[in-house]
């Protein structure tokens, strides 16, 4: 607060010197009251609002029409479309609603409902014939059960000489000694890094089933299987790194240490099509030192938030740079209640771009550029324009100048995707990664150690790239676990890699139906 004033000068210069002063100490508290509240709509929203920024396209034409009526402006207008929005034609055709049909692998188990023999007779005395059958179909669950094998080893002797004794091999095992399967190992795994339960829950589960299982002890084979897969995780990142184009964000995760937690980092690459890989890395900080260590050696595209850690990868041109207009449609998004109107129009012009991005989504890489060059470039032309006339009449550190600054500042990196066919307009796909991270974050609340943040990244390496390819995990950890415990350190472990396992699997299942039956 100001100092207080117990008397007032009687010049007139003194007084306007004192106005002037308080004048500018109120302003400065409209704006640190405004940053304040905006900030405290953010978080609202982060914590208790939807996460959608979806809108409707022509309810915020017509709210801005109206905006514009009043103060003269214009609406922004994109040449030869209007926003997406479903045609006359469209609406004829609505999507089918129903029962899906059942999955063709489903177990099925039939029932069958008969009448009792005295009703099979008809009143007049003749036996009722078998006519047809209807059948009702429902889906049911059987609880899952824990299955403790017993490998029986058969010993021979000779009773002749007396000296030979033969036992049959021992059955290859995941963990030396160990008492879990391969089975369970996936199941464990699963549960906590594909289904987000944290494992004081899954200690209850088994109990609940059975098994009893402290968490401790799945803990233990927790990090035995992310050791088991981390050359695998290796694997994928060095194909990774081929491709022409990567995506990367992160997210803060809490890490125990001496009975407090601080905030390490999980930070996703994302490959291109040819290089299908996820990859997750940590790292106990954010420093700039995390995402050159892991893209060391990289040459292509980088898509990414505008976090200044990554500026360094820039510098020598290997990497460039690829902003994402979804984060500068959030700012835009939050600063609504700050300014409506240049808001609402920074909005509807984004919209126009990902409208492009729809019409031109089958499209090869060529036709796809071609179409953003005809389209996307006079929208971002005239955004750029509007940018520029009404950036500096908004105060810098209003949310709607923090908008506007941030789509300025990173103008060259927005740009450069309607160059590329291969190239993405927003990088939501790693967010999409990342959301799963956060999903568990929220069930297990922190990671037990550094090492263990470790081991999660390479365990939400491998579900996240078995997702990606649409690969059953608890099926591939379950065949691929006892493969990697029979490797020595040198093998090659390319043929594991989760895309190729399944490539593996289908041809040898396409053979197995080629060959003639016995």
Request: with cysteine; aromatic share 8%.
């Amino acid at each position: 607060m100001g100092a207080k004033v117990t008397s007032l000068p009687t010049d007139p210069a003194q007084l306007q010197e004192i106005i002037a002063g308080l004048v500018d100490e109120l302003q400065a508290r409209d704006l640190q009251i405004d940053a304040l509240q905006h900030q405290l709509a953010v978080l609202r929203r982060n914590h208790f609002g939807r996460s959608s920024e979806k809108l409707d396209p022509q309810q915020l034409r017509l709210e801005l029409k109206e905006i514009l009526v009043e103060t003269g402006g214009r609406l922004p207008e994109r040449q030869q479309l209007e926003p997406a929005g479903k045609s006359e034609e469209d609406t004829s055709e609505k999507e089918k609603h129903g029962r899906r049909k059942p999955p063709e692998d489903l177990q099925e188990e039939k029932i069958d409902h008969d009448l009792p023999e005295a009703e099979k007779v008809c009143s007049c005395g003749a036996t009722l014939e078998h006519i047809g059958e209807e059948v009702t179909t429902e889906y049911d669950y059987v609880p899952a059960s824990f299955v403790l094998k017993k490998h029986v080893r058969h010993k021979y002797a000779c009773h002749q000489c007396q000296e030979t004794v033969r036992l049959a091999p021992a059955p290859e095992r995941v963990f030396h000694k160990g008492m879990a399967g391969p089975g369970l190992l996936a199941y464990v795994v699963i549960s906590k890094y594909a289904d987000h339960l944290p494992l004081n829950r899954l200690e209850g589960i088994t109990k609940r089933w059975g098994l009893p299982l402290s968490r401790s002890t799945m803990g233990d084979w927790v990090g035995r299987c992310a050791r088991l897969l981390e050359p695998v995780v290796l694997g994928m990142k060095r194909l990774l790194l081929e491709s022409r184009k990567v995506h990367t964000d992160d997210t803060p995760v809490p890490v125990l240490e001496k009975g407090k937690t601080r905030t390490g980092r999980l930070w996703v690459y994302v490959g291109d099509q040819a290089h299908p890989y996820v990859v997750f890395d940590y790292s106990r900080d954010r420093k700039q030192e995390w995402p050159q260590r892991f893209l060391r050696g990289y040459a292509g595209y980088l898509q990414c938030d505008a976090y200044g850690g990554y500026d360094q990868l820039f510098l020598k041109g290997d990497i460039q740079e690829v902003g994402c207009w979804a984060h500068v449609r959030r700012k835009f998004y939050d600063a609504r209640n700050n300014d409506v109107l240049l808001a609402t129009m920074g909005l509807i012009y984004i919209g126009y771009l990902f409208d492009i991005e729809k019409e031109c989504r089958d499209l090869n890489e060529a036709g796809r550029r071609e179409h953003r060059q005809k389209e996307a470039l006079p929208v971002l032309d005239n955004i750029k324009k509007w940018l520029d006339q009404e950036q500096p009449q908004v105060l810098p550190s209003s949310a709607i100048g923090q908008a506007m600054g941030y789509a300025v500042n990173q103008w060259d990196a927005l740009n450069r995707y309607v160059d590329h066919g291969l190239l993405s307009i927003d990088n939501n796909v790693a967010e999409r990664e990342l959301r799963h991270v956060v999903i568990g974050r929220n069930n297990w609340l922190f990671a037990g150690s550094d090492k263990g943040g470790h081991q999660s990244a390479i365990l939400y390496s491998v579900i996240a790239t078995c997702r990606r390819h649409e690969v059953e995990p608890w099926e591939y950890l379950t065949k691929v676990l006892p493969e990697l415990a029979k490797l020595k350190k040198n093998d090659p472990v390319e043929h594991l890699l989760p895309d190729r396992w399944k490539a593996a699997r289908i041809a040898s299942d396409n053979l197995g139906d080629a060959r003639p039956p016995p």
